[in-house]
């Protein structure tokens, strides 16, 4: 017997292309799949951004909302300390002290409505 000479095996035309395609389309789908996610990282990351931006005004907006407030309940008492020094009137002791030993006795005393 003689040694029989090895035949290379090619793969049917068909089945090459069948392989190549598959292969193709799954390059194609992973390629796909990495854009979306690049493209929803991309508008994650613009959400975050714009969520930090509206924070920080949000917190703005809150703080100069309640300075205002306190400027409007402070304006008051600031327009009769003003009235009170422009009278000249000189307060007595015991209306301001009242015995209490600390400002808060005068400086209701100039808030009040009395002083003008």
């Given at each position: 017997?003689?040694?029989?000479?090895?035949?290379?095996?090619?793969?049917?035309?068909?089945?090459?292309?069948?392989?190549?395609?598959?292969?193709?389309?799954?390059?194609?789908?992973?390629?796909?799949?990495?854009?979306?996610?690049?493209?929803?990282?991309?508008?994650?990351?613009?959400?975050?951004?714009?969520?930090?931006?509206?924070?920080?005004?949000?917190?703005?907006?809150?703080?100069?909302?309640?300075?205002?407030s306190f400027i409007h309940e402070l304006l008051p008492s600031l327009?009769?300390?003003?009235?009170?020094?422009?009278?000249?009137?000189?307060?007595?002791?015991?209306?301001?002290?009242?015995?209490?030993?600390?400002?808060?006795?005068?400086?209701?005393?100039?808030?009040?409505?009395?002083?003008?």
């Amino acid at each position: 017997m003689r040694p029989q000479p090895k035949i290379p095996v090619v793969a049917a035309p068909e089945v090459t292309a069948i392989a190549v395609e598959t292969t193709v389309t799954e390059s194609d789908l992973l390629r796909k799949e990495l854009t979306e996610q690049k493209d929803l990282n991309l508008r994650l990351a613009a959400d975050f951004e714009n969520f930090k931006r509206r924070s920080r005004q949000e917190v703005e907006t809150r703080a100069a909302a309640q300075k205002e407030s306190f400027i409007h309940e402070l304006l008051p008492s600031l327009d009769n300390l003003e009235r009170a020094l422009a009278s000249g009137a000189t307060p007595r002791i015991s209306e301001v002290s009242s015995g209490c030993g600390d400002d808060s006795a005068a400086i209701a005393l100039v808030a009040s409505p009395a002083w003008h």
